[in-house]
């Protein structure tokens, strides 16, 4: 027997357990909502220092750089670049498609989209591959009650925007809640979506926190939820608060949480970094 020719397969089967545990663990992704939020130079720094010393935890990044326009336009912002950093991090990088100042006629705007995909989806595409992105976090948010009709009609452009983004090698992800009917989450999850991120669990009451955990997990198949957390509500929530929600979420088997917005609080990164190595 050569004992090192089994020395060399040993190290080899122990370094490919050590890659697959690395990979099996949870994924954590914050929302950067730099100029956007009013945020200077220096708290963007800030947000990127956190995610440079946290790179075993924080494996994807959500950043705000475009908005959806009229007549379908995906309309950039001239938002500080930090796309190419993180990249170079080898972070997911995610530029936002936001409805952000929330136009009175945005539903309008998303109706048109939805009779009028093409144009629209073939930009953002091209767009994806010229600037490298990972993919895009649609968070298209309406302040006027839509119909069932539009939710059937998003989940089916949103379908459609997925298949060609993974047709070029990227992804696609939503944010999505329960607050306006334009977000069905079970029509959502039985798209080719990547990822659905739950903003309805945004909320420092811990009883509504696990209702609306509970439906996302009814609704919408593991492997595409996302839970958010919002750090608004880390000024009222315990840290002992916070450590229950994190467990409960990867008792249930979700495998991404995502934080509304960056920088993450401190206090939560002890449990964010235990779940993203064990979830």
């Known amino acids: 027997i050569n004992m ?9 089967v122990l370094l490919a357990s050590a890659a697959s545990m690395a990979l099996a663990g949870g994924r954590v992704m914050p929302w950067m909502c730099l ?15 956190q995610v440079r010393a946290n790179l075993d935890t924080i494996r994807a ?10 007549n379908c336009a995906l309309v950039k912002n001239a938002f500080t670049p930090v796309g190419p950093t993180l990249s170079n991090w080898g972070v997911e990088t995610y530029p936002m ?8 006629d945005f539903l309008d705007w998303m109706r048109y989209c939805f009779a009028n995909p093409e144009n629209f989806i073939q930009n953002a595409v091209a767009t994806a591959i010229n600037e490298g992105f990972t993919g895009y ?6 302040t006027t009650t839509a119909t069932p ?27 999505a809640a329960t607050w306006n009917p334009i977000w069905n989450l079970q029509l959502l999850g039985q798209t ?14 811990f009883t509504t926190f696990k209702t609306k955990l509970a439906q996302a997990v009814q609704q919408v198949p593991l ?18 608060e916070i450590q229950q929600r994190v467990a409960m979420i990867q008792e249930l088997g979700v495998k991404e949480i995502d934080v509304w917005q960056a920088p993450i609080p401190d206090m939560w990164m002890e449990y964010l970094t235990k779940f993203a190595s064990t979830a």
């Open 4 to 12: 090192k020719h089994i020395s060399v397969v040993l190290c080899i």
């Open 35 to 49: 100029e956007r939020c009013n945020h200077t130079k220096s708290m963007i720094l800030r947000e990127l220092s």
């Open 61 to 70: 990044v959500a950043y705000e750089e475009f908005n959806l326009g009229p």
């Open 97 to 104: 498609i936001s409805s952000f100042p929330y136009p009175p």
């Open 137 to 142: 976090n649609v968070d298209w948010e309406p």
């Open 149 to 175: 009709e539009d939710a059937a009609s998003y989940a089916k452009f949103m379908d459609k925007f997925a298949k060609a983004m993974h047709a070029a090698g990227k992804k696609l992800t939503m944010a």
């Open 192 to 205: 080719d979506i990547d990822k659905i991120m739950t903003m309805s669990t945004y909320t420092a009451n």
């Open 223 to 240: 492997s595409k939820l996302g839970i958010g957390l919002e750090d608004d509500t880390a000024t009222v929530i315990s840290e002992t």
